[in-house]
């Protein structure tokens, strides 16, 4: 068999910045994990290297788009809760009342869109959840967040219905049906926008007290 050919730890940390274009040396360092066996504080030392040796710098910028951010680190959560709504919404308007048993996919369906979708997204957006660090004492856990998503929709679908009942549309399925999904895609979008903000500002950099985009040569 022939050997296997080592990688370079600084060309894949080049290759890394040219290819996936990371946002903040926090991102840099997590890609770069994946492909090296090495520590977080190894590549960190290998950037500052890579930096002295002129092959690569680092550059101060005060707010990443969070375009970079769905390229570099896809939210799950997001994409899963907007195809949720989605598929929902669909099903509420395509799938009639006498078609069994798909008609019981609509109600599973239905259920989580009003009781737990609305209240999931504002609870991301109230408490944005910050994967890249390591200390988390002040994060939500996962049943804490699931009961107050419940809660907070028991509580967002009746102001919709009320705000609803004053409107020229009235209460029916349509209206209600358009304007939790309109809810639902605001609050996501907002806890999307904090979330990344969260990760840039808590983004670790060799340079401290600065948030870094790292740039080749």
């Known amino acids: 068999m022939p050997n296997e050919t080592k990688k370079d730890p600084a060309e894949t940390l080049v290759r890394i910045m040219k ?22 504080r190894e590549i960190l030392k290998l950037v500052i290297e890579l930096q002295d040796k002129g092959q690569i710098k680092l550059t101060e910028r ?91 929709s028991l509580a967002l679908v009746p102001i919709v219905g009320l705000l609803l009942n004053y409107s020229p549309w009235g209460i029916r399925l349509a209206p209600i049906t358009l304007s939790l999904l309109a809810l639902t895609l605001i609050l996501a979008t907002v806890a999307l926008v904090r979330e990344h903000n969260l990760q840039v500002s808590q983004a670790a950099c060799p340079s401290p007290n600065s948030e870094c985009l790292p740039e080749t040569q």
């Open 19 to 40: 290819e996936k274009k990371p946002d903040t040396v926090k991102v840099l360092v997590t890609l770069a994990k994946q492909e090296l066996r090495l520590s977080e």
């Open 62 to 152: 005060s707010v990443a788009t969070p375009s970079t951010y769905l390229k570099t680190s896809p939210p799950i959560w997001y994409c899963a809760t907007i195809a949720l709504a989605a598929i929902t919404t669909i099903c509420v308007f395509t799938v009639p009342d006498n078609l069994y048993p798909w008609v019981y996919s609509r109600y599973v369906l239905g259920a989580i869109f009003v009781l737990w979708l609305p209240g999931y997204a504002l609870i991301k957006a109230l408490f944005p959840e910050n994967k890249t660090i390591v200390e988390k004492q002040n994060s939500l856990d996962t049943i804490e967040r699931s009961a107050l998503s419940i809660g907070l």
